[in-house]
């Protein structure tokens, strides 16, 4: 991976939590909106600090 910058539609998951992949929905400074499912398959959104989240995956790769 060249680019390790944080974007929209990325996929990232919490550097202590590395079972748990996310779609970052927006950025606005150092906070980064997540959005994955739970368990029963809902809808869950959280705001996380961008230095907390590793990238797994540039959007469309």
Known sequence: MTDNKIEPGDVVKLSGAPNLLMTVD???????????FDAELHTITHKFSLSALVLVKKKGL
Do not use: A, L
Not at 26 to 36: A, L, M, P, Q
């Open 26 to 36: 927006h950025i606005s400074g150092n906070d980064v909106t997540c959005i994955w």
